[in-house]
């Protein structure tokens, strides 16, 4: 009898696991990450090249539903942007602050919603840093830092080394991360050199049509014959720029050298023509980069608090030879 309870309980237990074993294994449905992009607007190529670096990384296929918001360059759009997202119980917000001050308040907001803030591009200057989770960006000084080197070794090549030089710096939004680096990075240079004048600092906004107006309106008042070089804070704002030092008579390039930020496609094509001398990097592929700062935290990682990306110099000596390796 003992034995037959053994056996039965044994057959039981067999029948048991073979059902178990038939049951369709248990498919853990992969979650979607609902992710809120307050992007600065839509005001350069670099701008556009990042919107679609986003777009086509945080894709339904890539296990994400994005929310973007374009801000049209104002501050008080991603505020309200940053709210919806809270509103909405998003998984992540991410940021790319148009200035850097003036943050706390939402981003208290979205911390007491345990929503997790990652700044993509430009930074936020806030008291306390707990506010945001991460930083992934250019490093803007060394940006115009780099600018003014260049500058300083294309002068001493030129013979032109102690010459009198007259700058025009084309600022791009005032109170933006990109235009404090690239502005300081410039003013050391002519601090640092005692020949290089500043003959003009002016904000275009980063775009195109703004770099042309303040342009032209600088050819006017400082005069075409005294300006040796624009230092445009970027890529939209030089070809303005050059659009206005063309209908003033000179050429870009030669009669005035030209310097500018990001090198995106266009300012490579230019390089080549001779009208920029000296574009510097500045890499808007973000998408990808916030993507592997969620899977690392989805997967309980960590990642550092402040991430520089590295970015080149390329000039009219390397430009035919690189374009063709740009992605942007
Ligand atoms: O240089 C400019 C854009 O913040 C780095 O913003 C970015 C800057 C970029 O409008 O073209």
Known sequence: MKKFIVVAIAIMMVATLFAGGKKEPAVEAKKTITVGYAQVGAESDWRLANTESFKTTFTEANGYDLIFVDAQQK?????????????????YIVVAPVV??????V????????????????????SDDSLYLCWVGGNFLK?????????ESYLAEKGRADEQINIVDLQGT??????IGRTQGIEEGVAAN?????????????????????MEAILKSVGADNIDVVFAENDNMAWGAIDSIKAAGKVPGKDIIIITFDAVHESFNRMIA???????????????????????????????????VTEEVFDEKNAAARINTRAY
């Open 174 to 179: 005032i109170g933006a991360s990109a235009q």
């Open 274 to 308: 001779g009208e920029i001398n000296c574009a510097v990097e500045c890499n808007p592929l973000h998408g990808p980069r916030v993507d592997e700062i969620i899977k690392t935290l989805e997967a309980g990682g960590t990642v550092d608090k402040i991430m520089y």
């Open 75 to 91: 501050q008080e759009n991603q505020i309200k942007a940053i709210r919806n997202f809270i509103q909405q119980d998003v998984d």
């Open 107 to 126: 981003l208290t907001e979205a911390k007491n919603a345990k929503i997790p803030v990652i700044l993509s591009d430009r930074q936020m200057q806030v």
């Open 100 to 105: 850097e001050t003036g943050w706390e308040t």
């Open 194 to 214: 005692a020949n290089w004048n500043l003959v003009a600092q002016q904000s275009g906004d980063f775009t195109q049509d703004g770099g042309q107006k303040v």
């Open 143 to 151: 940006e115009g830092r780099d600018g003014v080197k260049w500058l």
